[in-house]
């Protein structure tokens, strides 16, 4: 009886994220495939954006000879790390409801929600590797090994931080609105336009515990062979992510019948 239940119990779980998963891409892309190219276009504008607007100005690269690369290898992470943070955090209060069918359970909705922008995440990068190749933009990295493993800890570090924000979502919806806030002061303090290591000591002491900026510079330390960062911890995002995923798991765990309250 134990083997065939753990069979069943793996089914009822895949067909519980693919059903989350279906309901959260066709309420998100307005059931259209014009949705779809919305949901793409929206993180892909906002780095082309930013891209087009320091070219126009005429600004140097901060390291390197290309704004565009710069910026980009700063943006994809914090893309990548906000995206995943803000919106498994949203999908808890738009799918609050579902948490009154016995088999769903907000881990189920968060990790839904996690496979969702990881693969948009994926789509929107490989766009923008597109578009900077027909540009001719040079966009392949020194170490690829450094780059994939700078963005598994981005990941990681997204997923972990959106997990604790979901559980405190749920009680206290208003952190919703607060944690927007955090993603703008987190935005200008991760080095995406300036080059950490050149700063101060004394603000270099407090930026070095910025859990986003250390993935934004082990991303950087992948595509520049030459850039040397006094900053980079490569452990410290890794342990961040992976102790906000223990605290957002056991939170649930422990309070995981008063949510519902």
């Known amino acids: 009886m134990l083997g065939t239940s753990e069979p069943r ?3 009822t779980q895949f ?11 066709r309420t998100r892309m ?15 504008s906002h780095i082309l954006l930013i891209v087009i607007l320091h070219s126009a100005l005429g600004r140097l690269a901060p390291f390197g000879d290309s704004i565009p690369l710069w910026v980009a290898t700063g ?20 799918n609050r409801p579902l948490l009154y069918f016995p088999v769903i359970f907000i881990t189920d909705i968060l990790f839904a929600r996690a496979i969702i922008e990881i693969l948009n995440s994926a789509i929107v990068v490989i766009f923008l590797i597109l578009i900077f190749k027909i540009e001719g933009i040079y966009v392949e990295p020194a170490k690829a ?20 924000n979901g559980i405190i979502a749920a009680f206290a919806p208003a952190w919703a609105t607060g944690y927007a806030l955090v993603i703008v002061v987190l935005w200008i303090s991760s080095g995406i ?8 000591e ?26 040397n960062s006094t900053l980079l911890m490569t452990w410290y995002p890794l342990a961040f992510g992976a102790a906000a995923l223990f605290l957002g798991l056991f939170a649930e765990r422990i309070f995981r019948g008063k949510i519902l309250s």
């Open 9 to 11: 119990l793996l089914s």
């Open 145 to 164: 090994s450094i780059v994939f493993s700078a963005i598994f800890a981005t990941i990681l570090l997204g997923l972990g931080v959106g997990i604790l």
């Open 202 to 227: 004394q603000a270099q002491q407090i930026l070095i515990y910025h859990p986003v900026l250390q993935a934004i510079e082990w991303f950087r330390t992948g595509y520049y062979s030459d850039y």
């Open 193 to 200: 336009m300036f080059v950490p290591s050149a700063l101060p």
């Open 15 to 25: 067909n519980v994220l693919s059903a989350l998963m279906l309901r959260d891409i």
């Open 30 to 44: 307005l059931g259209s495939s014009w949705g779809f190219l919305v949901v793409i276009a929206w993180p892909l």
């Open 75 to 94: 943006a994809v992470p914090f893309m990548i790390f906000s995206y995943m943070s803000r919106f498994m955090m949203l999908s808890v209060l738009h």
